[in-house]
């Protein structure tokens, strides 16, 4: 049976930790970013994030229930850091747009994160919030509510979908990420239009686009048919 977690107040150190850290959930959450970055997931254990802290493993299960229970509150960080300052300008397409580059964005800063987090549904205050929020201007746009949540639903799969893709590529060693983006102009760009003529025929533009993400461009036509749904009359959501 997994342990209680102790409440903020009760659990707050009075000394600092060997490193001088007074540790918090922001701490520990700060701490287990930065083991991220470097070591990835692999790196992150219950051990190491003591030292790292300079206080006893155990420590840990003060905060939270356990690595998982982490990997959750670190999800729902990059989801506070997306929609922090965000406010919204009454053009529904213009918001949605801003918040999903902006989710996007705040994956990829942190890309062995969003690996172990974009798939995960947390259920904490900043990731609600940020559901209320794309719920909110859907509604407030006149989508009906079946609508407003196909719709929101397709929206926030596709920008997690695209942070989790994009953050595997960012997260690769440089030199497979290197090996990877030069296949392009190695391989595609040089076959012969004889055997491939649609490849050879583009190959100037894929070679152009194809080491840059899609989610800008797949993000415009969800909104495309976003905007022609919501024009459309008799639409139901279905």
């Known amino acids: 049976m997994a342990k209680p977690v102790v409440p903020e107040e009760a659990r707050r ?7 001088g850290a007074v540790l918090s959930e922001q701490v520990i959450i700060e701490t287990a970013l930065r083991m991220l970055r470097e070591h990835g997931s692999a790196g992150l254990t219950v051990r190491r994030l003591g030292i790292a ?11 939270f229930r356990g690595i998982d229970d982490l990997t959750l509150a670190i999800g729902d960080v990059l989801v506070g850091r997306a929609v922090a300052g965000w406010k919204a300008t009454g ?61 929101y639903h397709a929206f926030i ?14 997260a ?17 760009a040089r076959l012969p239009a004889a055997t491939h003529p649609h490849i ?7 070679v152009a686009r194809m080491n840059d993400s899609a989610y800008p461009a797949a993000l415009e036509m969800l909104l495309d048919s976003a905007a022609a749904q919501l024009g459309r009359a008799g639409f139901a959501g279905s």
């Open 13 to 19: 150190r009075r000394r600092p930790t060997k490193n």
């Open 53 to 63: 802290l300079g206080a006893d493993p155990s420590t840990l299960y003060r905060y």
């Open 91 to 151: 053009d529904w397409r213009s918001d949605l747009r801003d918040l999903g580059l902006r989710i996007h964005a705040a994956y990829l800063g942190h890309p062995q994160a969003a690996v172990l987090t974009a798939s995960r549904v947390s259920g904490r205050a900043h990731e609600v919030a940020a559901d209320e929020t794309i719920l909110g201007v859907l509604r407030t746009a006149g989508f009906p509510d079946a609508g407003a949540v196909r719709i």
């Open 157 to 170: 799969d596709q920008a997690l979908a695209f942070s989790a893709l994009d953050a595997a590529s960012l």
């Open 172 to 188: 690769l060693p440089v030199t497979a990420r290197e090996s990877d983006e030069e296949v392009w102009q190695a391989t595609y």
């Open 200 to 206: 050879a025929a583009t190959a100037h533009l894929l």
